[in-house]
């Protein structure tokens, strides 16, 4: 396993210097900055790094670099005899094209063996403009993302030359890298730089000139001598010397804020979900920047000479919401694009593009017949509000209700919905909603069988409250797969036995006065209440029953029972089924739809987090055409009165309709093959089974899972599924808490895996629930960080 770094140590001062085109003179400024360091800063070892270089040798950068500047180490890492662009070179080389991961792993230790000589400077050239591919075909301005290491872009002093580079710079700023420097040649003819001086004033941008080289000499010797003079005038420019000092200065304030930060966020920043008295400024995590799965934080006790930087797995997918990894390009030009058409505009009785195409699609891949609306809000919180006020009118309008009557919502204990007012009202009484002032939860929630792997069998357990009344105490199959064949659990013994004692436990809470409004589900798993496994057979049950007994069980006369799920038939029977697919939905689980997992289809859905790819904030909440006829009436009041200022945001719609196109792609081009069937992992059989992705599957290793579930001294249980894994430990002697949310059972376990593995070269950054851990993969997350990270925690919890 290895992940990209970014580069920053503490007396490395280490720069890329980007071209705005090609022919723009990198190479020149590069001489000309190797030199200058060496001159100004003489007790100082100065390198120069070319990653990678196309044309015959006596034409390559590094000879122009030993020829001028011999006294400067300097080192090329892929060298293409080809004089074209570098994945093309690649190619017609006729060696191994590298992966951008084996390019990156050069460049990070080439630079660490630099830093560990000490104090000095490392300037690093890219090939060609920003967007010039690397071996591999990645445009370099993604390929050395990564790094993050700060920029010096040398623009273009010829006609045409301002755009050029405005468009490189706009071009690193979207992938978050931080332009230290604009240097160009003076031309009198044209005088770029006069303008962009101006233009970059702003932003506190420098813009370096310097002299245009001599002519060339066809004689060498005269070339040589001339060039000499040329770099000899330059490295003892007083502007080279203060473009050095700004640079040094600049990364000495990028240090010190990295250093600072976590103390004074303990002074001003107020965090969510921790009580901060226990919680210390070293146990702040100061992350520098993202890139697909790895944070880059701040590694505080590093030496002199070791990196500050060390990528952290992104183990809770930064609360559940990353998808296609951070600094996603796709998703950021996505925001770009939509933020420079529209900003925002008001939604109210208005559409934009955006917004219609994300409905649409939503509804179309949803698959659901029932859902034929679309409203939108900013996250899964008060989506599930929404959700719930659609709900509630619907099944007091159907029931003839009063506006005063006391209505709740039915759905699972453990069940959370989100941190508002009215969402944490659609919750049991517990930790999160315990002391907070104005709850008061309405409603039921049941008890219900749940699942795990133990010692290597899957089991279905019964709580112990539920074994008399249903008259079994669980089930055990070989392997999750079994679990979820619901249509071959159906008509089974447990199967009656959970309908029997759903209908009578329903009808006692009918009898004694309670009015419900909908039923509440996540399905398949509990979040926040515990990564809680529900057996599929149960919740679909549930679902069924109140379906088809609803209508007589809720209704105080007569009314009509509606065939379940039927096609032809939308409307709702017995209550409105809401699934709060916000931390389930869109191939969290392995589909994009947990629902089909239960083979049912919803009245009302609620998708968030992974529909912007943990990008910007946004929620869409599904409805059917009968919940939203509820709402039709001629009195203006009767309508759903909800929204938000940013309510269809354009730039969280672009990257929703973004997010779901490339998970959607990589469905179907089968990326995610080498988890469906592990047996089949080579890329030519990708698309043989790109379409028949199994009804349950995993990222997570059933070798895994199996060996995690065997250390019975530790672990209660563990489960796998899609991209999660969750693990469920036993409290320690000292656990006052024993299990749930106060528990710290898993505590080590965290703190283990924040430690990294032997090499110290990465970490897992995860949040806890208590006694249970749980990690997850983004949709990206390859099968290498997979296996490196089960390696990790399966060392850490035999230790």
């Not at 270089?53 to 001028?68: F, I, K, L, N, Q």
């Not at 755009?163 to 071009?171: I, K």
């Not at 080289?213 to 770099?231: C, F, I, K, V």
């Amino acid at each position: 396993m290895n992940p990209p770094a970014a580069l920053l140590w503490r007396h490395l001062r280490v720069f890329q210097i980007w071209g705005s085109n090609t022919d723009v003179g990198k190479t020149i400024f590069a001489t000309t900055l190797c030199k200058a360091a060496a001159e100004h800063y003489s007790h100082e070892k100065v390198a120069f790094l070319k990653p990678v270089s196309t044309g015959a040798p006596h034409e390559a950068d590094s000879w122009h670099m030993r020829t001028y500047a011999p006294d400067i180490a300097n080192d090329t890492l892929f060298q293409y005899e080809v004089a074209c662009s570098p994945h093309a070179a690649a190619k017609l080389s006729g060696q191994a094209i590298p992966l951008d991961s084996a390019v990156l792993a050069e460049i990070r230790s080439h630079a660490a063996r630099r830093a560990a000589l000490g104090s000095g400077w490392l300037f690093i050239e890219t090939a060609g403009g920003v967007h010039s591919p690397g071996p591999s075909g990645t445009p370099q301005a993604d390929l050395y993302a990564p790094m993050r290491v700060p920029a010096l872009l040398v623009g273009d002093s010829k006609l045409g030359g301002i755009s050029q580079t405005l468009a490189a710079y706009e071009s690193l700023k979207l992938r978050g890298q931080d332009v230290e420097a604009i240097m160009l040649f003076q031309d009198a003819q044209y005088e770029n730089h006069l303008y962009l001086q101006d233009y970059f004033q702003p932003s506190n941008v420098p813009v370096y000139t310097i002299p245009k080289p001599p002519q060339r000499n066809t004689d060498d010797r005269a070339e040589h001598r001339s060039m000499g003079a040329y770099y000899k005038r330059l490295s003892s420019d007083d502007s080279m010397r203060d473009l050095l000092a700004n640079l040094d200065k600049r990364r000495e304030d990028r240090i010190n804020r990295l250093e600072t930060m976590n103390q004074k966020a303990t002074d001003t920043i107020w965090y969510p979900f921790t009580q901060q008295k226990l919680l210390s400024a070293s146990q702040i995590t100061a992350i520098d920047s993202a890139h697909g799965d790895f944070f880059q934080v701040l590694s505080p006790k590093a030496a002199s000479d070791e990196a500050l930087l060390q990528p952290a797995f992104d183990g809770s997918a930064s609360w559940w919401t990353l998808g296609l990894g951070h600094g996603n390009p796709k998703l950021t030009l996505a925001a770009a694009y939509a933020a420079g058409r529209y900003g925002h505009v008001m939604f109210a009785s208005s559409v934009h593009e955006p917004a219609l195409a994300l409905a649409e699609t939503l509804l179309e891949n949803m698959r659901n017949p029932r859902l034929a609306r679309v409203f939108y809000s900013d996250n899964g919180s008060t989506g599930c509000e929404v959700a719930t006020k659609m709900a509630l009118r619907a099944a007091r309008l159907r029931y003839g209700w009063s506006a005063n009557d006391k209505v709740g919502i039915l759905g699972l204990k453990g069940s959370y919905h989100g941190d508002t007012m009215g969402a944490m009202d659609c919750s049991e009484p517990g930790v999160f909603n315990e002391k907070v002032e104005w709850y008061t939860g309405k409603g039921h929630w049941l008890d219900f069988p749940t699942v795990r792997c133990h010692e290597g069998q899957w089991q279905v357990d019964i709580p112990e409250a539920l074994q008399a009344d249903l008259g079994c105490g669980g089930e055990t199959f070989e392997s999750l797969d079994e679990v979820f064949r619901l249509d071959e659990r159906i008509g089974s013994a447990t199967h009656k036995a959970y309908e029997d004692h759903i209908l009578r436990e329903l009808q006692r809470l009918v009898s004694r006065g309670h009015k419900f409004g909908a039923l509440m589900l996540e399905p398949v798993v509990l979040g926040a209440g515990g990564m809680i496994l529900a057996d599929p057979l149960f919740q679909r049950t549930l679902v069924d029953v109140v379906r088809s007994s609803g209508s007589q069980l809720f209704s105080t006369s007569t009314q009509h029972s509606l065939p379940d799920d039927s096609p032809s038939n939308t409307d709702w029977s017995g209550l409105p089924v809401i699934f709060d697919e916000v931390f389930v939905g869109l191939y969290r689980l392995g589909r994009f739809s947990a629902a089909s997992l239960l083979g049912v289809h919803p009245d009302i859905s609620v998708h968030a987090k992974l529909l912007t790819g943990g990008l910007v904030p946004l929620c869409a909440t599904l409805a059917s055409e009968s919940i939203f006829a509820a709402f039709e009436s001629d009195d203006k009041s009767d309508a759903l009165l909800h929204g938000h200022s940013y309510t269809a945001h354009p730039v969280g719609c672009q990257v929703a309709l973004e997010s779901l196109r490339e998970m959607n792609r990589m469905r179907a081009s089968g990326d995610w093959s080498w988890a469906w069937r592990p047996s089949q992992q080579e890329p030519e059989q990708r698309q043989q089974c790109a379409n028949e992705a199994p009804l349950v599957w995993s990222v997570w290793s059933s070798d895994f899972v199996d060996q995690v579930s065997r250390v019975a001294a530790r672990i209660e249980g563990v489960w796998a599924l899609g991209s999660v894994l969750a693990i469920t430990l036993r409290a320690g002697a000292g656990d006052e808490a024993g299990s749930g949310y106060k528990s710290t059972a898993a505590a080590d376990l965290q703190a283990r895996l924040r430690s990294g593995g032997d090499d110290g070269s990465w970490t897992a950054h995860t949040r806890v629930l208590g006694n249970v851990f749980y990690i997850m993969a983004s949709q990206k997350t390859d099968k290498a960080t997979v296996r490196g990270l089960e390696k990790l925690i399966a060392e850490a919890l035999l230790e």
